[in-house]
């Protein structure tokens, strides 16, 4: 385990030079989004990662994103390398973003990220805290609601209680409605989530009240991991008022205090707190399969236990998301993030296809 700035700052020579981005869709909705479609906000963070691609030596890039056409367009002209910057999921589904990676490997064609394997895994949060608790990381008490359950009988006795799915991504069906304080605000949202999301379970949770952090993982197990400088949500600037999560408002709604009021900073943390998320961090970065890059969200219980909330395989990449902050308390560009994401895939890929790296 490396911490940030040690051997990320010098490019290694391009393995692969020739590089073929895959994107969501901008074309069709995408219920992730406000209004369930692409907005000015989506694409400029498209161009800001496109442009800052192209200022990269050595490399040349062409661009994927119309997914009526993308396997065709694979197929016939499979690319030498592919970044699979889909965190969408193919036709904007977030249930097929293991499609594509699949469909890679069917095709031969190596690329950055997550295996499918990976991506099943992480997609339910019940199943990655089974695995954290098994190898003895914190996690949030927890109630598991299958659909046709009786609702009103699986409650916890605890509130206040935090509501979530235990498949979903980008806060689908998280709003501040999630914290729930009493058994009738309780039933109330378990059955409003799996109206939202029929035939999924929903996980009721522990109330995390204290400190929002998240670890920010570039590399791969044998080679070493570069391990950014753990972030921390910043509610200060949050009416008091509401309730502290990061929800859908916060991702999708440009109007929304959650939006404009929620901060990221270089968390404030005891070296040997820091020390414990990072090393949970790099345990389940392996345990679960991760390629290349990664991102684990925790939060702190009311009697200051730090616990695991969910990974993230191939987490944000966009210039103002949480990677690219963590990135920036270490000092490395957006660029440079961008292009250490690359090389841990270029190189894992070479030292797998036994390929001499360049
Ligand atoms: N048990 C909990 N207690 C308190 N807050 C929680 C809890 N679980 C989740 N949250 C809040 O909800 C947010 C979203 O939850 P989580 O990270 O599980 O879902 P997500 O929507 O998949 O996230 P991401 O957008 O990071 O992929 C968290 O960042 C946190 O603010
Ligand atoms: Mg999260």
Same mark, same amino acid.
Do not use: E, K, Q
């Given at each position: 385990m490396q911490q940030a700035g040690e051997g990320s700052r010098i490019p290694q020579r391009p393995?692969?030079?020739?590089v073929t981005v895959l994107l969501g869709d901008p074309r069709l909705a995408d219920h992730s989004k406000r209004e369930g479609a692409f907005h000015e906000e989506d694409l400029a963070t498209r161009d800001a990662m496109k442009a800052a691609f192209a200022s990269l030596d050595g490399y040349a890039f062409r661009y994927l994103d119309d997914h009526t056409t993308i396997l065709e367009d694979l197929r016939a002209e499979p690319p030498q390398? @592919?970044?699979?910057?889909?965190?969408?999921?193919?036709?904007?589904d977030p249930v097929r973003e293991l499609n594509l990676p699949a469909y890679l490997e069917m095709l031969n064609v190596p690329y950055s990220g997550a295996p499918p394997a990976a991506m099943v895994l992480c997609w339910d949060k019940a199943v990655v805290r089974g695995m954290a608790a098994q190898l003895g990381i914190a996690v949030p008490d927890e109630v598991y609601i299958r659909p046709g359950d009786d609702v009103a009988a699986r409650l916890?006795?605890?509130?206040?209680a935090f509501v979530k799915p235990s498949c979903a991504d980008g806060?689908?069906?998280?709003? @501040?409605?999630?914290?729930?304080?009493?058994h009738a605000q309780a039933v109330a949202r378990v059955k409003r989530v799996q109206a939202e999301l029929p035939g999924r379970a929903v996980l009721v949770q522990e109330f995390l009240a204290g400190a929002e952090y998240g670890v920010g993982v570039i590399g791969n197990p044998g080679p070493g991991f570069t391990i950014l400088p753990p972030l921390e949500v910043d509610y200060d600037g949050l009416d008091p008022a509401l309730p502290r999560l990061l929800g859908f408002e916060s991702k999708?709604?440009?109007?929304s205090p959650y939006w404009t009021d929620v901060r990221f900073r270089e968390a404030r943390i005891d070296r040997a707190a820091r020390a414990a998320i990072e090393a949970a961090a790099a345990a389940m970065f392996e345990r679960l399969g991760l390629s290349d890059y990664g991102r684990f969200d925790f939060r702190t219980s009311a009697d200051g236990v730090i616990k695991l909330m969910e990974v993230n395989p191939n987490p944000a990449w966009a210039n103002d998301g949480k990677l690219a902050f963590m990135a920036g308390f270490a000092g490395i560009a957006y660029r440079d993030m961008l292009r250490m994401i690359l090389e841990a895939a270029q190189s894992r890929t070479a030292a797998e296809r036994g390929t001499a790296q360049g």
């Open positions: 393995i692969f030079p020739d390398f @592919v970044v699979n910057f889909c965190d969408t999921g193919f036709g904007n916890p006795d605890r509130y206040p806060s689908v069906g998280i709003t @501040v409605d999630a914290v729930v304080h009493d999708a709604l440009p109007d």
